[in-house]
């Protein structure tokens, strides 16, 4: 009888050991997190206030942008800076007992434990704004043990480091209200054109019911679900007291005026490049993203936002904000590698892909003068070298595969210059010369010139088959701009943290001379034609008040003009992200946006002219026959050449003097800078207006 009672009590003494133990253990669990939570606070790890904001700055050291989680685009306000209504709002909906708690709601998260713990799952959460704000500030939104134990520990941090209106002010300038608006202010810019303080009671409410859904509750994608979030907010900031219910009633009655979403822009400047600048931090330089969110880190770029403006302003005018087309301009100084301008795209809300980047696009005509400086610098061509321009079957690969390759419209121009073919854009002239020299020896100017991507070595490259970048066409054109010369893009100047410590200094590149100076300023000088009568850029040629030099390019899907002055080498695409054929109006598009940026961004600029490297020489040639021009000769037109590449034999006239050929085949004397000036009319004009 008495084995019963021992047994009794064996297992009360091990159930009020497990009982201690567990007790013991919960205990120093506490203590544990007491320890952590002070440990946290002592050592003052990074929270990501606004204050703490990486900023992105531009070449003159103005703020381009700030960096916050995921590189959101937002514009922080202060407290009293924004709609006590929309304050109200929020509170009512998302935290009514904010100002009481610390951190944590008590009842509601001992209920959504016990739930969790009967589904064995993390099912349930009871988030304060506290909690919303460490979860966006530092974490993913999974749902696991391990995050909230995280979040547990930020929220904590939080309530000790700021107080409850500062922790407010930092979760209103965070939180993400739909359509790649992060904060109220700039959710207020884009839904309703004006600023947060300016929000009335409906339109507060409105916005205030969003973050529990950006895409479920958008206006512009649900507007019924829309209205029945903003019922339930109003409904809520009536129980609370801040509104009675006839006033409720009332704002949700109101007509809002939504700012209609062709007009949506982006609220900081240039955000295709700070996309691209977060990228390089990263993933180049090692900068962690953490540091680059909360690090208050000052990153000096070489971007000119007078010029930034230019290249958006032109491409706003020139593009159709209703039609699915795409765009891309890029913008660097030749004698820098300095990037100036960037825009990735036509609309960055709708789209953050960077077009500037894309490597699948096929660059067609734009290609050629790469061909041509490959050709030009061999000496296997020169300015007077002739083809016909007819329809050619060419052989290949030791005859065993064909090309035949036709020009636009069908039209065959017969026997034609370079210039000619040139301004033209002709393709058989253009195959011609490939053939002449070998694919090879073009896909290695190419990459002479920075282009990295793949590049098929056949006949049709000669016309731009093989995709390329727009950053690589203008990069690659550059070299041809600085004579020569070529000096890697550069985005990066600087990186310092917040105590002003240098993190990164870009090196200081020296210009490396890859092409002959005197054969690219001899396809600059061919390539000026372009914009010049008869040119496939001719049309925009009124636009264009300083020397340019440039070539279009079009395909199927895709239309180019990449172009330089002195100062910038420019490449414009336009197409489809889907890679559909695009129409003769969409292909004629890229031409007035590169003028009229180009124009706008040098409008401070006094016009230059090319300078002429040594080893040019100009002299007249009869275009017909490639041959030096003497007297009487029936043509003549002024070209430049490498020298030593110049024609030597003399077209003459029927009655000409054989002996007078030779004073008359080349200028009186002009330097090739003289005549360049003298061509250029208005320069003469200007310097003289300068002078005065």
Same mark, same amino acid.
């Given at each position: 009888?008495?084995?019963?009672?021992?047994?009794?009590?064996?297992?009360?003494?091990?159930?009020?050991?497990?009982?201690?133990?567990?007790?013991?253990?919960?205990?120093?669990?506490?203590?544990?997190?007491?320890?952590g939570?002070?440990?946290?606070?002592?050592?003052?790890l990074?929270?990501?206030?606004?204050?703490?904001?990486?900023r992105?700055?531009?070449?003159q050291?103005?703020?381009?942008?700030t960096f916050s989680? $995921?590189?959101?685009d937002?514009?922080?306000?202060?407290?009293d800076?924004?709609?006590?209504d929309?304050?109200?709002a929020?509170?009512?909906v998302?935290?009514? &007992?904010?100002?009481?708690?610390?951190g944590?709601?008590i009842?509601?998260?001992?209920?959504?434990?016990?739930?969790?713990?009967?589904?064995?799952?993390?099912? @349930?959460?009871?988030?304060?704004l506290?909690?919303?704000?460490?979860r /966006?500030?530092?974490?993913?939104?999974?749902?696991?043990w391990?995050r909230?134990?995280? *979040?547990?520990?930020?929220?904590?941090?939080?309530?000790?480091?700021?107080?409850?209106?500062?922790?407010l002010?930092?979760?209103?300038?965070?939180?993400?209200?739909?359509?790649?608006?992060?904060?109220?202010?700039s959710?207020?810019?884009?839904?309703?054109g004006?600023?947060?303080?300016?929000?009335?009671?409906?339109?507060?409410?409105m916005l205030?019911?969003?973050?529990?859904g950006?895409?479920?509750y958008?206006?512009?994608?649900?507007?019924?679900?829309?209205?029945?979030?903003?019922?339930?907010?109003?409904?809520?900031?009536?129980?609370?007291?801040k509104?009675? @219910?006839?006033?409720a009633d009332?704002?949700?009655? *109101?007509?809002?005026?939504?700012?209609?979403?062709?007009?949506?822009?982006?609220?900081?400047q240039?955000?295709y490049?700070?996309?691209y600048?977060?990228?390089?931090?990263?993933?180049?330089?090692?900068?962690?993203?953490a540091?680059?969110?909360?690090?208050?880190?000052n990153?000096y770029? +070489?971007?000119?936002l007078?010029?930034q403006?230019?290249a958006e302003?032109?491409?706003?005018?020139?593009m159709?904000p209703?039609?699915?087309?795409?765009?891309?301009?890029?913008?660097?100084?030749?004698?820098?590698?300095?990037?100036k301008?960037? #825009?990735?795209?036509?609309?960055?809300r709708?789209?953050?892909?960077?077009?500037?980047?894309?490597?699948?696009?096929?660059?067609?005509?734009?290609?050629?003068?790469?061909?041509?400086?490959a050709?030009?610098?061999?000496?296997?061509?020169?300015?007077?070298?002739?083809?016909?321009s007819?329809?050619?079957?060419?052989?290949?690969?030791?005859?065993?595969? %064909?090309?035949?390759?036709?020009?636009?419209?069908?039209?065959?121009?017969?026997?034609?210059?370079?210039? @000619?073919?040139?301004?033209?854009?002709?393709?058989?002239?253009?195959?011609?010369?490939?053939?002449?020299i070998g694919p090879?020896?073009? #896909?290695?100017?190419?990459?002479?010139?920075?282009?990295?991507?793949?590049?098929?070595?056949v006949?049709?490259?000669?016309?731009?088959?093989s995709?390329?970048s727009?950053? *690589?066409?203008?990069?690659a054109?550059?070299?041809?701009?600085?004579?020569?010369?070529?000096?890697?893009?550069v985005?990066?100047l600087?990186?310092t943290?917040?105590?002003?410590?240098?993190l990164?200094?870009?090196p @200081?590149?020296k210009?490396?001379?890859?092409?002959?100076?005197?054969?690219?300023?001899?396809? %600059?000088?061919?390539?000026?034609s372009?914009?010049?009568?008869g $040119?496939?850029g /001719?049309?925009?040629?009124?636009?264009?008040?300083?020397? #340019?030099?440039g070539?279009?390019g079009? +395909? /199927?899907?895709?239309?180019w003009?990449?172009?330089?002055?002195?100062?910038?080498? +420019?490449?414009v695409?336009?197409?489809?992200d889907?890679g559909k054929?695009i129409?003769?109006?969409?292909?004629?598009r890229?031409?007035?946006i590169?003028?009229?940026?180009?124009?706008?961004?040098?409008?401070?600029?006094?016009?230059k002219?090319?300078?002429?490297?040594?080893?040019v020489?100009?002299?007249?040639?009869?275009?017909? +026959?490639?041959?030096?021009? $003497?007297?009487g000769c029936a *043509?003549?037109?002024?070209?430049?050449?490498?020298?030593?590449?110049?024609?030597?034999?003399?077209?003459?006239g029927?009655?000409?003097?054989?002996?007078d050929?030779?004073?008359?085949?080349?200028?009186?004397?002009?330097?090739?800078?003289?005549?360049?000036?003298?061509?250029?009319?208005?320069?003469?004009d200007f &310097?003289?207006?300068?002078?005065?």
């Amino acid at each position: 009888m008495k084995q019963p009672a021992q047994k009794t009590r064996k297992r009360g003494f091990r159930l009020w050991k497990w009982i201690k133990g567990l007790s013991l253990l919960l205990m120093l669990s506490l203590i544990a997190a007491a320890a952590g939570l002070v440990y946290l606070y002592a050592t003052s790890l990074p929270l990501a206030d606004s204050d703490r904001n990486s900023r992105l700055l531009d070449s003159q050291g103005e703020v381009i942008a700030t960096f916050s989680a $995921g590189g959101k685009d937002s514009v922080p306000v202060q407290l009293d800076a924004i709609s006590p209504d929309l304050i109200n709002a929020t509170l009512a909906v998302e935290d009514r &007992k904010f100002y009481d708690h610390h951190g944590f709601d008590i009842r509601g998260l001992g209920r959504a434990v016990l739930v969790n713990l009967q589904h064995m799952q993390m099912s @349930q959460g009871a988030s304060t704004l506290t909690q919303q704000l460490a979860r /966006n500030l530092y974490l993913s939104h999974e749902k696991t043990w391990t995050r909230k134990a995280k *979040e547990a520990i930020y929220t904590a941090q939080l309530e000790m480091k700021y107080s409850k209106d500062e922790i407010l002010q930092m979760y209103l300038n965070e939180i993400y209200y739909g359509h790649g608006a992060y904060g109220i202010e700039s959710a207020a810019r884009m839904y309703f054109g004006k600023s947060a303080n300016q929000l009335d009671l409906a339109e507060s409410a409105m916005l205030a019911g969003i973050p529990k859904g950006p895409t479920y509750y958008s206006p512009y994608n649900h507007m019924k679900n829309a209205k029945d979030r903003q019922r339930i907010v109003l409904n809520s900031m009536a129980e609370t007291g801040k509104i009675t @219910q006839s006033e409720a009633d009332k704002a949700y009655e *109101e007509i809002l005026s939504f700012k209609p979403e062709s007009e949506r822009k982006t609220v900081e400047q240039a955000p295709y490049f700070r996309d691209y600048i977060r990228s390089l931090a990263i993933n180049e330089l090692g900068i962690s993203e953490a540091m680059l969110d909360h690090g208050g880190l000052n990153i000096y770029t +070489t971007l000119d936002l007078r010029m930034q403006k230019a290249a958006e302003d032109a491409v706003a005018k020139g593009m159709d904000p209703k039609s699915e087309l795409e765009t891309a301009l890029i913008s660097i100084d030749p004698r820098t590698g300095y990037i100036k301008a960037m #825009v990735g795209g036509k609309n960055y809300r709708t789209s953050q892909i960077n077009h500037v980047l894309a490597t699948t696009r096929q660059p067609g005509s734009a290609f050629k003068p790469i061909m041509y400086l490959a050709a030009l610098e061999s000496k296997q061509l020169t300015s007077a070298s002739i083809f016909n321009s007819e329809p050619t079957l060419f052989h290949y690969d030791n005859d065993r595969k %064909t090309y035949k390759p036709g020009n636009f419209g069908d039209k065959y121009l017969g026997e034609i210059d370079l210039r @000619q073919a040139i301004a033209a854009s002709d393709n058989i002239y253009a195959v011609n010369t490939i053939m002449k020299i070998g694919p090879e020896k073009v #896909v290695d100017m190419a990459h002479t010139l920075g282009i990295t991507s793949n590049l098929s070595p056949v006949p049709s490259l000669a016309l731009g088959t093989s995709p390329v970048s727009p950053l *690589e066409m203008a990069s690659a054109f550059s070299v041809i701009a600085a004579g020569g010369q070529r000096t890697p893009p550069v985005a990066i100047l600087q990186i310092t943290d917040a105590a002003g410590r240098v993190l990164y200094e870009a090196p @200081q590149t020296k210009a490396e001379t890859v092409v002959e100076p005197s054969a690219a300023y001899v396809l %600059t000088r061919l390539m000026e034609s372009v914009f010049e009568s008869g $040119g496939t850029g /001719n049309r925009v040629s009124a636009t264009m008040k300083r020397p #340019v030099a440039g070539k279009t390019g079009t +395909t /199927n899907t895709d239309a180019w003009l990449v172009g330089f002055t002195p100062e910038l080498s +420019t490449a414009v695409w336009v197409g489809y992200d889907q890679g559909k054929s695009i129409s003769t109006s969409d292909g004629r598009r890229a031409a007035p946006i590169f003028a009229q940026f180009t124009e706008q961004a040098l409008a401070s600029v006094p016009p230059k002219i090319f300078p002429v490297p040594d080893n040019v020489v100009s002299v007249y040639i009869n275009p017909e +026959t490639g041959q030096l021009a $003497g007297n009487g000769c029936a *043509e003549k037109r002024l070209e430049v050449f490498m020298a030593g590449t110049e024609p030597t034999d003399v077209c003459r006239g029927a009655d000409s003097d054989p002996k007078d050929a030779a004073d008359h085949s080349k200028p009186d004397q002009q330097s090739e800078q003289a005549l360049q000036e003298e061509k250029h009319s208005w320069w003469k004009d200007f &310097k003289r207006w300068w002078v005065e």
